[in-house]
């Protein structure tokens, strides 16, 4: 029996148990996954990680492990805030991915620990003569710790931009890869064991990912911990990936039901005309701020154009829930409202028989290249 759970200011979520629609994949094309991959005992680990973002591909990794019969105790999911602590006003991350990742581990019943950098994209973006700020993360024991904030100090004063280089699209750096690992580096319940850090990139998103590895020693590894990294669907492509989504009726964050074909920051700096135009609908405070930024700094997102050029360049998404039927605008960035749930529940099924891919599957992904 499936139920609907629509939490206040949070996403919805249609999970059943059923499973066996799909056969897992173990090849893609000519790319072959290792056999001792495939074979190796995940429940070897002590801890497994999960780095959640909400979006299609980290459900995927965790609804695989859950087919590979991994021990739900073991596995815990982790999501950074890209605005800083939780309850921070948006800047650029959509306001209800917070809220959606914690019903979604409530619903599967795994923890979620949140992690994030002081003060967030912002305050490093408006850093001027200062430290990078601290690090914070959650504890299972419901305490916070952090660390860092004693860096030296420097001035950037610019939004990060497209760029293979992580100095340069310094957002993925600062805001999610090194807070996870100062957040397993100086959590004692590491020390002596052996994790297993889970990410969702794969193969055909660009060509630089297709030169991971799936299976290679994570960068915290070393004499005092064991640290692992596997990319469990760096092969599998977009089909395979909403089909266990679909065989585990999850209903996916709201984003992909409104357009987007990935879940990244609603104002992400890979995004194209149509998700700014789309995004200024939605949140047009939001817009408006990183445009009144990108004035003071004299340096746009995008090299070529600024937010304002892609906004009037760009149309808006053909979803019922952006302007065509009813108004999903949202003044003052505030959080989307019971009435917009209630839309969004009214225009999904509640059988498994009748799960509906959302418009924004298949879409242009415009992601990290």
């Known amino acids: 029996m499936l139920g609907w759970r629509a939490p206040l200011g949070s996403a919805l979520l249609r999970v059943s148990t059923s499973q066996g629609r799909r056969s897992p994949p173990e090849h893609k094309g ?14 070897e680990y002590d801890h497994i990680i999960v780095a959640f973002s909400g979006g299609k591909d980290s459900t995927a990794c965790f609804l695989h492990l859950l087919e590979r019969g991994v021990d739900n105790s073991k596995i ?7 605005d800083g602590a939780p309850g921070s006003e948006p800047f650029m991350d959509w306001p209800i991915t917070e ?20 003060g967030g994209f912002l305050k490093e973006m408006l850093r001027d003569g200062d430290s990078t700020g601290k690090v914070f993360w959650e504890n299972p024991d419901g305490t916070v710790e952090s660390s860092g904030g004693n860096g030296p100090k420097g001035t950037r004063r610019k939004f990060p931009q497209v760029s293979a280089d992580l100095r340069v699209r310094w957002c993925s750096a600062y805001l999610k890869i090194d807070v996870m690992s100062a957040a397993i580096n100086n959590q004692e319940r590491f020390k002596g064991k052996k994790t297993l850090v889970v990410t969702g990139e794969r193969a055909l998103e660009s060509k630089s990912r297709s030169k991971y590895q799936d299976f290679e020693d994570h960068r915290c590894n070393g004499k005092i911990r064991t640290v692992h990294h596997w990319r469990p669907i760096l092969y599998w492509d977009e089909v395979d990936v909403w089909s266990i989504i679909e065989d585990h009726d999850v209903l996916v964050h ?28 939605l949140y047009p405070d939001m817009v408006q701020k990183i445009a009144d930024y990108e004035e003071e700094f ?9 937010v304002k050029d892609l906004v009037r360049e760009g149309e808006v998404y053909n979803s019922p829930l952006l302007g065509h039927g009813f108004d999903v605008g949202i003044p003052d960035s505030e959080i989307i409202s019971e009435i917009e749930i209630e839309n969004i529940r009214n225009s999904k099924t509640t059988s498994p028989d009748q799960w ?3 418009i924004g599957a298949y879409g242009a992904s415009d992601g990290p290249s």
């Not at 815990?76 to 890209?82: D, M, S, T, V």
């Not at 990742?101 to 002081?118: G, H, L, N, Q, T």
């Not at 992909?256 to 995004?279: E, P």
């Not at 004299?298 to 600024?306: A, E, H, P, V």
């Open 30 to 43: 000519n790319c072959y996954l290792d056999h001792s991959i495939l074979t190796m005992n995940l429940n």
């Open 76 to 82: 815990e999911l982790w999501h950074h805030l890209i």
């Open 99 to 118: 809220d959606y990742c914690r019903e979604f581990a409530k619903e599967f019943e795994v923890p979620i620990y949140f992690s994030w950098r002081d």
């Open 254 to 281: 709201p984003a992909y039901q409104l357009g987007w074909s990935r879940l990244s920051c609603i104002t992400c700096i890979f995004g194209n005309a149509d998700q700014w135009a789309s995004a200024a609908n």
């Open 298 to 306: 004299g340096i746009t997102i995008k090299r070529n154009k600024s």
């Open 356 to 358: 509906k891919l959302p």
